[in-house]
C-alpha cells in the first residue's frame, strides 16, 4: 500500500554560529493510512525540524531543506507553492503544538480561531462555521461550548487550551495530524484525557497520526510504530511491541533501561554516560559511538547504514552486520 | 532513626489584594494545613499535580517563602520563628536544589564562584582551602575541576544541575529541598543525576524532601511518598505500600493515568473529568469531591480528617474514616 506521507533522505540544514548545520540528517519515513506512528528521542535529536519540514513551517530565514523529498500521496510538498501549501496545512495535514500557553492568539476569541480554518477551507457562511465550531467544541468534550466560543484563550485551563488546538486541527477531517509533544506541557489526569480523546478521534475518523514525544510510556500506549532518532537521524524503525520486547540499537536498550519503573523495585538506573554531541561537533562514524558501550573500531571511522534486522525492523548500528537480512 | 523535621499545620497563603488601598479580598490558599514527618537520612517525596503547592511546601520550609502558619521543627528548632539572623546560620543545615539548571546559576558567575559564594559566607577558611573545596566538590559531583573556570552556558543541562547539587552540597548540609532535579532532563542524563543524587545520599547520611510531578521518579528515589492536591496531603505512605495499594482515589487515578512502557500492558485507567479547581476558591468540604469517581454526600460539606489508616499510612478520606476494614476499602474500587 502506497504510504499517505513519505519523507525520503531529508536532510534540513540551520545557519548557526558553527556554520551550516545539518539538523536533520538523511531522514525516512513513512505514515500510513490510520496509523499512529511514533517519533521519539531526547531533545535536539530533530524530531520537530522533520516535522516543521513535513508542513514547511521552517524559520525562512535561517533554515532550509538542502535536499531529499517529502511526499503527501504522491504529491511532492517542497515543490509546492505558498498558495498550495496553505490549501494543504489545516486541510491535509494539521499540526498540534507542545505549548497550548502559546500557541493560541490571545486577542481572538476561541471560536474566531476555530471558525478562521474551517471558514478558509470549506467556504461556508459565518453563521454555519459558528455551529460547526461549537459541534467540534462538543466533541473535544468542552463542558460548555456555546460559551467557550466566545472567550479568549486566557479564561481556559492548559488542559481546555489544548482541546481547543485538537478542535482547530481536526475541524477540517485532515488525513493526517502531527502532534508534537502535545501533552508535555499538562499534568498527568490531563495529559490521560488527551490522548484519549486522540486515540478516539482517530478510530472514528481513521485519520493518521504523527505522534512525535520524548515519552516512552505515551509510545507504548499510543503507537503502532515507532521511529527512534539520534542526533538528527533514525536509528531505529519497527512496530511498538518489537521495539519494547526486542530493541536493537544501543541507543533504544539505554534509553528503555535508564527509565525508572512503576513497578517493581530499583536500587541503580541504568544510564547513558556523556551527553549528545554539538550539532557541529559531529562524529565522524556513528553518532553514538562516544556513548555506546558496545563501541568497536570501525564505528569510530566510518558511518553505519540503516540494517534491515528482521522483517520490518530497522536499525543503524555494526554490530547487526552479520545479521541483515535482504529487504 | 530520629525525626530530623517535623511539620505542623504549615500553611501558606497568598493573599489577593484589590484597589487603590490593596485591601485584601482573598487568598491563594497554596499549602492549606499540612503536617508530616521526615526521619533522618531518609526521602520524602511529594507528588502533585501543578499549582497543589508542591513547591511552595518546599520553599516555605526552608523559608524562602515565609509561611503563613504553622511549626517546622528542623532538630527540635522551629524555623518558622526564627530571627533573620539566626535563620542565616541555621541555612547552612538545610539547602535547595532547583528545577531549572538553566535558571538557577547566575551566567556571570564561573562555576568557581558558584560553588565559592556559601563558603566565603558561612565558612572561615583560608582562600587555599575555599580552592580544594570547590575542587573537591566538582569532583564528588561527576565534574573535572579543570572546568572551574568556565560559565555556566559552556555546560549541558545534566552537568549544570550537577553544578546546583555541588553548590547545594558546599556547606555539608543535613537537609536538601529537590524541586524537581530531573525535570528538565533527558531521560538518559535524568539516570545519570538520579543515581548521583542516591550516591550522595548513601555518602554523607543527606535527608530529602524530594519534589516532583513524575511518579516513577518519585518511587525511585523516594522511602515514603506523600501525594499532594490542591494545598493538602491527601496521602502519605511508605513508597512501597502506596504503589503496592493506593489508597486515596486522587492517588489511584494519579497512578493510574501514568502512561507505562510496555505496550503488552492494558491496564484500566481511571480517568478523572474536569480540571484542578482553582486553589482562591477551593471546594467545600473534601477538594477532591468535584472529580472523585467515588464522592458521597459527606464529601460535599465535610473535611476529611488526616489520619492514620495502618502501619505508617495516612490518608485524608472519608472512605477510611469510621472503620477501615477491607470489606469496605473493596467498595470503593
Excluded at chain 1, 12 to 20: C, I, P, S, V
Excluded at chain 1, 156 to 167: E, H, K, T, Y
Excluded at chain 2, 48 to 59: A, F, L, V, Y
Excluded at chain 2, 318 to 330: D, I
Aim: overall charge neutral.
Amino acid at each position: 500500500m502506497e504510504p499517505l506521507l513519505k519523507v525520503d533522505d531529508l536532510r534540513t540544514q540551520f545557519h548557526t554560529d558553527a556554520g551550516l548545520v545539518n539538523v536533520v540528517d538523511g531522514v525516512s519515513l513513512e505514515l500510513k493510512k490510520g496509523e499512529i506512528l511514533g517519533v521519539v528521542g531526547e531533545s535536539g535529536c530533530g524530531k520537530s525540524v522533520t516535522s516543521l519540514s513535513v508542513m514547511q513551517l521552517l524559520p525562512k530565514d535561517i533554515s532550509k531543506v538542502a535536499s531529499g523529498s517529502i511526499t503527501l500521496e504522491g504529491q511532492d510538498i517542497l515543490a509546492m507553492s505558498p498558495s498550495r501549501l496553505r490549501k494543504m496545512r489545516g486541510n491535509q495535514i494539521s499540526m498540534i503544538f507542545q505549548e497550548p500557553m502559546t500557541s493560541l492568539n490571545p486577542v481572538f476569541k476561541i471560536g474566531d480561531q476555530i471558525m478562521e480554518a474551517i471558514r478558509f477551507h470549506m467556504k461556508i457562511s459565518k453563521k454555519e462555521a459558528k455551529v460547526y465550531a461549537i459541534e467540534m467544541l462538543k466533541k473535544v468534550g468542552i463542558s460548555r461550548p456555546e460559551s467557550v466560543v466566545d472567550e479568549y484563550p486566557h479564561q481556559l485551563s492548559g488542559g481546555m487550551r489544548q482541546r481547543v488546538m485538537i478542535a482547530i486541527a481536526m475541524a477540517c477531517e485532515p488525513k493526517i495530524l502531527i502532534a508534537d509533544e502535545p501533552t508535555t506541557a499538562l499534568d498527568v489526569t490531563i495529559q490521560a484525557q488527551i490522548l484519549n480523546l486522540m486515540r478516539q478521534l482517530q478510530q472514528e475518523k481513521g485519520t493518521s497520526i504523527m505522534l512525535i514525544t520524548h515519552d516512552l510510556g505515551i509510545v507504548a500506549q499510543m503507537c503502532d510504530r515507532v521511529v527512534v532518532m539520534y542526533a538528527g537521524q533514525v536509528v531505529e524503525e519497527t512496530d511498538v511491541k518489537s521495539l519494547f520486547k526486542n530493541p536493537k540499537h544501543p541507543y533504544t536498550k539505554g534509553l528503555l533501561a535508564s527509565l525508572p519503573q512503576l513497578s517493581g523495585n530499583q536500587n541503580k538506573l541504568k544510564s547513558i554516560p556523556g551527553q549528545v554531541p554539538a550539532l557541529d561537533e559531529m562524529p565522524t562514524g556513528c553518532r553514538f559511538a562516544p556513548r555506546c558501550e558496545f563501541r568497536m573500531d570501525e564505528c569510530d571511522t566510518s558511518k553505519p547504514n540503516l540494517l534491515n534486522v528482521a522483517e520490518n525492523h530497522t536499525c543503524r548500528c555494526y554490530l547487526y552486520q552479520k545479521e541483515e537480512i535482504p529487504s | 532513626m530520629s525525626t530530623l523535621l517535623k511539620v505542623n499545620n504549615l500553611i501558606k497563603h497568598f493573599p489577593v489584594t484589590k484597589g487603590f488601598f490593596q485591601k485584601q479580598v482573598g487568598a491563594v490558599k497554596s499549602v492549606d494545613g499540612i503536617s508530616f514527618e521526615i526521619e533522618e537520612g531518609e526521602t520524602l517525596g511529594i507528588v502533585g499535580e501543578s499549582g497543589c503547592g508542591k513547591s511552595t511546601t518546599g520553599r516555605a520550609l526552608l523559608r524562602i517563602l515565609e509561611p503563613t502558619e504553622g511549626e517546622v521543627l528542623f532538630d527540635g528548632v522551629d524555623i518558622a520563628k526564627l530571627p533573620k539572623k539566626e535563620l542565616r546560620a541555621f541555612r547552612t543545615n538545610m539547602q535547595m536544589i532547583f528545577q531549572d539548571p538553566y535558571a538557577s546559576l547566575n551566567p556571570r558567575w564561573t562555576v568557581q564562584q558558584v560553588l565559592e559564594e556559601p563558603l566565603i559566607t558561612h565558612g572561615n577558611l583560608t582562600k587555599t582551602e575555599v580552592k580544594q573545596r570547590v575542587t573537591e566538590l566538582m569532583e564528588l559531583v561527576g565534574l573535572s575541576p579543570q572546568q572551574a573556570s568556565r560559565y555556566p552556558h559552556e555546560f549541558s543541562g545534566g552537568q549544570r544541575q550537577r553544578i546546583g547539587i555541588a553548590r547545594a552540597l558546599a556547606l555539608n548540609p543535613k537537609f536538601i529541598v529537590c524541586d524537581e532535579p530531573v525535570s528538565a532532563l533527558d531521560v538518559s542524563i535524568q539516570a545519570q543525576v538520579l543515581n548521583l543524587m542516591k550516591d550522595l545520599q548513601q555518602k554523607f547520611s543527606l535527608t530529602y524532601l524530594f519534589i516532583s510531578h513524575d511518579l516513577s521518579v518519585v518511587k525511585f528515589i523516594s522511602d515514603r511518598v506523600g501525594v499532594m492536591y490542591l494545598g493538602k496531603l491527601v496521602e502519605l505512605s511508605p513508597t512501597k505500600s502506596i504503589f503496592a495499594e493506593p489508597l486515596h482515589p486522587y492517588t489511584k487515578a494519579l497512578m493510574s493515568a501514568v502512561p507505562i512502557p510496555d505496550p503488552e500492558i492494558k491496564r484500566e485507567q481511571i480517568v478523572l473529568s474536569g480540571d484542578v479547581p482553582s486553589a482562591l476558591h477551593p471546594p467545600a468540604g473534601c477538594a477532591f469531591h468535584t472529580r472523585c469517581p467515588v464522592a458521597m454526600d459527606i464529601c460535599k460539606t465535610l473535611v476529611p480528617k488526616w489520619s492514620e489508616v495502618s502501619g505508617g499510612r495516612k490518608v485524608a478520606c472519608h472512605l477510611y474514616e469510621q472503620n477501615h476494614t477491607k470489606e469496605e476499602q473493596g467498595s470503593c474500587h
